[in-house]
């Protein structure tokens, strides 16, 4: 157990909805960093958010956008969903620039 | 992009024998991180070794790292069947972010 929580555990959204994924960092962790990883590939990084702040992006549109909070809890929103955004998507929390702990993921079908 | 490379894609081996699994990566590195993922789920840290370090050991894991050929090597003693997993490496330069980049990985099966 790595301390980190994310609602919710599965989730099926059609085509062009929008979606809100929810993340609860360890406390003290001021770094969040959020990963989409689809079957059978690594998990990509999608953007890292360090206190309340965006601290660096892959290579995601900004339909992908996200939140951080005080209470070390965090948000990615993502709108008009796609069919290629299906994919376990992963929060990662951090003390500081190193090791990076990882939450059990939300699954996102669309269909 | 300093993207990790595992090498092999997928390894079957037996109870009690060793496991070494490759990474590449393409640019110079502030240090370079393994990690475990168990049937789809969260990720586990299992090692971080620094750019200035050769050799780190941590139980059955050994890892080393080559900064000059930009490769790491992950060796897992003794495996054991709940060694099971994908391993992914993640290389790590702070200058262009604290982003874990990820390979595909090395899916590891290790039956009894």
């Known amino acids: 157990e790595t301390g980190v929580t994310q609602s919710p555990t599965h989730l099926i959204k059609t085509r062009g909805q929008q979606v809100t994924l929810r993340c609860s960092s360890q406390?003290?962790?001021?770094?969040v960093s959020w990963y989409q990883q689809a079957l059978g590939q690594g998990p990509q990084f999608i953007f890292q958010?360090?206190?309340?702040?965006?601290?660096g992006r892959g290579n995601f549109p900004p339909r992908f956008s996200g939140l951080q909070f005080p209470n070390y809890s965090s948000e990615l929103n993502v709108n008009a969903l796609e069919l290629d955004d299906s994919a376990l998507y992963l929060c990662?929390?951090?003390?500081?620039?190193?090791?990076?702990?990882f939450g059990p993921g939300t699954r996102l079908t669309v269909l | 992009s300093q993207q990790g490379e595992e090498d092999p894609q997928a390894l079957s081996i037996q109870e009690g024998e060793n496991a070494t699994m490759n990474c590449s990566y393409k640019t110079s590195i502030n240090n370079l991180q393994w990690y475990r993922q168990n049937s789809g789920r969260g990720l586990v840290h299992l090692i971080l070794?620094?750019?200035?370090?050769r050799e780190k050991h941590s139980g059955r894991l050994r890892v080393t790292l080559d900064t000059s050929k930009k490769s790491s090597s992950l060796l897992i003693t003794a495996s054991r069947a709940a060694d099971t997993a994908s391993y992914f490496c993640a290389a790590v330069k702070i200058s262009s972010g604290y982003a874990l980049n990820f390979g595909k990985g090395t899916s590891l099966l290790v039956t009894p």
């Open positions: 070794i620094r750019s200035n370090e």
């Open positions: 406390s003290g962790h001021n770094t």
């Open positions: 958010y360090y206190r309340e702040e965006e601290n």
């Open positions: 990662a929390s951090s003390p500081y620039m190193d090791e990076q702990f």
